[in-house]
T-cell receptor, first 110, second 115 residues
């Protein structure tokens, strides 16, 4: 069973702070890693993907990947109340499907 | 807007009835996926099409479920003899050919309620 683990939260951060969301995965053959944002009642929206070790930055978002530790994270700088959502980590192995975690609920308080 | 579209957005049915959902992928995306999501869970993969060929099916896709993509464009997902456990959000995603990393873009979903 290939597992993707996330802390369900809620993770509460004040507006303007850095939110750090973490994800671990069990399949060492995993090739690429995705972060999706999902607002309540809506479908997942792709934020970022990463496939090599290190950091990848896009605006206020930074994805970090450590394949040796089987760990991927998402940092959100200058968090805004509009960032309040569930963040889903997804992992792709050699197949076609994405294997999702259960998501971490983020609450940014004004 | 040329994003993934799904129809209907909501479906309420009685147990034992058949239902069919439609997905129109982003134009020129040749890869299409179906997922199912229940409350508090991440999406679970159901099946994958590349053009009209169904290349992968999850064990979650019981014999009551069937999916088609006859001309390599839109896809349908049919559930026969629905059960209350089928109540979920059914999500369709697509990705373009040629990308290695398989970024998948989701449609708005079809929320199914089985009474």
């Amino acid at each position: 069973q290939k597992e993707v683990e996330q802390n369900s939260g809620p993770l509460s951060v004040p507006e303007g702070a850095i939110a750090s969301l973490n994800c671990t995965y069990s399949d060492r053959g995993s090739q690429s890693f995705f972060w999706y944002r999902q607002y309540s009642g809506k479908s997942p929206e792709l934020i970022m993907f990463i496939y090599s070790n290190g950091d990848k930055e896009d605006g206020r978002f930074t994805a970090q990947l450590n394949k040796a530790s089987q760990y991927v994270s998402l940092l959100i700088r200058d968090s805004q109340p509009s960032d309040s959502a569930t963040y889903l980590c997804a992992v792709k192995d050699s197949g076609y499907a994405l294997n999702f975690g259960k998501g971490t609920s983020l609450l940014v308080t004004p | 807007d040329t994003g993934v579209s799904q129809d209907p957005r909501h479906k309420i049915t009685k147990r034992g009835q058949n239902v069919t959902f439609r997905c129109d992928p982003i134009s020129e995306h040749n890869r299409l996926y179906w997922y199912r999501q229940t409350l508090g869970q991440g999406p679970e993969f159901l099946t994958y099409f590349q053009n009209e060929a169904q290349l992968e099916k999850s064990r979650l896709l019981s014999d009551r479920f069937s999916a088609e993509r006859p001309k390599g464009s839109f896809s349908t997902l049919e559930i026969q003899r629905t059960e209350q456990g089928d109540s979920a959000m059914y999500l369709c995603a697509s990705s373009p050919k040629g990308l290695t990393y398989n970024e998948q873009f989701f449609g708005p979903g079809t929320r199914l309620t089985v009474l």
